[in-house]
């Protein structure tokens, strides 16, 4: 380990809470995102979703479509440029990206045609009349456990599939006290404010692209790799993206179709989803199946945890929803099993989205626990302590910090759980019926390479330049106190300069790495500069500019188990006869590393606590096994928690800084949207004695369960 510098400089920026830098330029309307950018010539373009949920496009007429006002082109498989085939990028091989390049079809609302006209209206209007026929074949989008087509790959994303130690039917079968259940939660979708636009142009040889994505330099990358560019031929920014969540990191229809069109055209091109488009081309989060067993002697210590979970993908690209690694590093026991398997259905592909695994992962463990904390007539959080382990249940490696503990103490002392009673459905308010819960969480955390540049210029100031993405969390912002610190300044004389991939390769604001691996090599840059301004070097007219670049740094890391962690408590009201639930309050406590900006440090966590809100009782995409598709394809019928549904929502944490970290960040992008959920649902047990193992718990699920 290096040594920690958590003390911070004498100016001491990071942790002091800091107003977004951008914030007056995005509440003024001055802040351009994607589809804001004007561009002489501009056309655009519309895309045409398929109508039916699998086979091959028959025929397509454009040519009432050609002659319509405004139109400039119709693009389809019949006429589309081709791109490279067995497309690996970023995260994989990506047959997703494959606009065009057949006439298949493989799941309902797949690109079939895109319109591009010299106004959105326009394109729309031929979009819509556009005659496409199709050769139908009966499809398969019902996803259910114990479908005949699921299976159990080797390898996920994000390590094996598998895990197996000791003999867990054995060690259920000495438990004292086991629980055995099913867990289910519903299709979600990422959601943003901001739906996905691109706008491409050519210029001077150079392909200029401005997109809604969470990584410009990998975006970038892809996207060369994916037309067969010369990467340095393709310059991409995205200087300010409303929301991502894992949905704007990959290369999407979008942005393709606007290369394709300017590329044929010569005009500039702008390509801008529709909502209803994003319930289809962006990917999503899989409907879950779970089930959970443990073993338990009375004392609550675990002998058996198994957690297998089931999950869809499409027919074009495998993608598991990672939920039974939740309990790899979070509990032990002698007979210790996670298995993973899922299921292709003529859907769309789902992908990464807050918190993948362990959002829905949590749920069913957490409340696994909860369950087994009652039959062992143990409070939940003694429940917990007794199964503290002392290295990865796996891995086997130790904790580089684990305050687990410490977060319920603090959670319990602040939310006054002590002196609980533990017995469900006796507090009455009314016509509502209270109870309270809580859940532990963890997120992975690390470091990724990044490349920075921080130049000081003869005035006194300074720019950090940095192809980080803020996606509305205020990495900008929080850079920008990172760099302030290093260069031992303030921040007012630092200007930070992100979402550009000329700025050279940098992690993408995912996995809830971006701002520490993107401060990081703003640190290790800043660092430098400082010692050679210190050390008397003269400032060039144009600057004196330090780059790092972290890569040796980030991959020497030591081998441990890394992570951040938290405590979730809610308190909700049941009306039994309504079956409305209403959260009360909810409290997270975590311990997440060095707190960079506590201002929208909060705002992150109790974002992604009100995300767990939402997914115990709204988020749910209805899919019709009939036509394939979604019913609900908007934001009035996708309900996500709006204001009315959220409570007083606190979030806090204690001291953790890593010792590994430059300056002890950890990372604090999903951890709030783990085991929120899990709160929630054993908070609305604690209130009517009814476990709901099916997500979101709606009305009817409430009055439909009878209590006990
Ligand atoms: Mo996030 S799901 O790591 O973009």
């Given amino acids: 380990m290096t040594t920690a510098t958590t003390g911070g400089p004498a100016t001491r920026a990071v942790g002091t809470p800091h107003v977004r830098l951008e ?361 917990r302590a007794r199964n503290e382990p002392a290295v990865g249940p796996v891995s086997g490696l130790p904790f580089a910090g684990r305050r687990l503990l410490d977060c319920f103490a603090e959670g319990a002392r602040r939310f006054g759980w002590d002196g609980r009673d533990p017995r469900p459905g006796v507090r009455r308010d009314g016509r509502w019926l209270v109870g309270t819960g809580t859940a532990a969480a963890t997120f992975f955390t690390g470091a990724r390479p990044s490349t920075a540049a921080v130049t000081a210029h003869a005035d006194g100031t300074f720019t950090a330049r940095i192809a980080a993405a803020d996606i509305g969390t205020g990495a900008r912002t929080a850079l920008t106190q990172l760099a302030a610190d290093a260069l031992e300044v303030t921040p007012g004389r630092v200007r930070v300069l992100i979402a550009d991939s000329d700025f050279g390769d940098a992690w993408l604001a995912g996995g809830s790495m971006g701002t520490r691996s993107w401060g990081w090599a703003i640190t290790l840059a800043a660092r430098e500069l400082r010692e050679r301004l210190a050390l008397g070097e003269d400032i060039p007219p144009d600057g004196l500019t330090v780059r790092s670049d972290t890569e040796q740094a980030v991959n020497s890391l030591a081998a441990y188990e890394r992570h951040a962690y938290g405590a979730q408590f809610a308190e909700v009201a049941v009306d039994p006869g309504s079956g409305e639930i209403r959260v009360r309050r909810m409290l997270g406590v975590f311990a997440a590393g060095r707190i960079v900006n506590p201002l929208t440090a909060r705002s992150q966590l109790t974002g992604g606590m009100i995300w767990g809100l939402s997914m115990a009782l709204h988020e749910e995409a209805v899919r019709d096994t009939a036509t394939g598709g979604l019913v609900n394809t908007d934001l009035a019928g996708y309900h996500i928690a709006a204001h009315a549904d959220v409570p007083a929502v606190e979030a806090d944490w204690i001291d953790d800084p890593d010792p590994d970290d430059p300056v002890g960040i950890k990372g604090i992008g999903e951890i709030g949207g783990v085991g929120s959920a899990a709160a929630i649902v054993n908070a609305v047990w604690h209130a009517t004695g009814v476990r709901h193992r099916d997500l979101p718990i709606r009305p009817d699920r409430v009055v439909l369960m009878p209590r006990p």
């Avoid at 390898?155 to 003999?167: H, I, L, N, R, S």
């Avoid at 994505?213 to 393709?234: E, H, I, K, N």
């Avoid at 003529?346 to 829905?360: F, K, L, N, Q, S």
């Avoid at 626990?369 to 409070?379: I, M, N, P, W, Y």
């Fill in 23 to 383: 914030g007056r330029d995005k509440v003024t309307g001055a802040a351009r995102y994607a589809a804001d950018h004007p561009a002489d010539g501009l056309a655009h373009g519309w895309i045409v979703p398929s109508t039916v949920a699998r086979g091959r496009v028959r025929s397509l007429d454009d040519a009432s479509a050609l002659k319509m006002p405004g139109v400039l082109a119709v693009l389809h498989h019949g006429n589309a440029s081709r791109l490279t085939e067995d497309f690996v990028g970023t995260f994989g091989p990506d047959a997703t990206t494959q606009v065009f390049q057949h006439d298949r079809v493989p799941y309902l609302g797949w690109p079939v045609a895109c319109v591009v006209a010299e106004t959105p209206e326009q394109a729309r209007e031929a979009a819509e009349t556009l005659a496409v026929t199709y050769a139908t074949e009966p499809h398969d989008v019902d996803f259910r456990p114990g479908h005949p087509g699921a299976y159990t790959p080797e390898e996920m994303a994000v390590g094996p599939a598998c895990t197996e130690k000791g003999d867990v039917e054995a060690e259920l079968a000495a438990s004292d006290v086991v629980v055995d259940a099913h867990y289910s939660t519903a299709e979600e979708h990422h959601s943003p404010m901001e739906p996905h636009a691109a706008m491409a142009r050519w210029d001077d040889g150079r392909l200029e692209v401005v997109d809604s994505t969470q990584g410009a330099y990998a975006t970038a990358r892809d996207l060369a790799l994916l037309f067969g560019l010369d990467p340095a031929s393709v310059h991409l920014r995205s200087e300010h993206v409303g929301g991502g969540f894992g949905c704007k990191a990959q290369v999407r229809p979008h942005l393709i179709l606007a290369v394709m069109a300017t590329t044929l055209l010569g005009r500039p091109v702008r390509v801008v989803l529709t909502r209803a488009q994003m319930f289809t081309l962006i990917g999503h989060r899989s409907p879950t199946a779970q089930r959970v067993r443990l073993g338990a002697g009375a004392d609550g210590r675990l002998r058996a945890l198994e957690h297998t979970a089931l999950s869809a993908t499409s027919t074009v690209r495998e993608f598991i929803e990672p939920s039974a690694q939740y309990g790899r590093s979070m509990y032990d026991a002698d007979g210790h099993r996670t298995v993973h398997s899922v299921v292709r259905l003529d859907v769309p592909t789902p992908t990464y989205m807050r918190a993948p695994g362990e959002a829905p992962g949590s749920f069913a463990l957490e409340c696994a626990l909860d369950e087994l904390a009652e039959r062992c007539g143990l409070d939940p959080i003694a429940l």
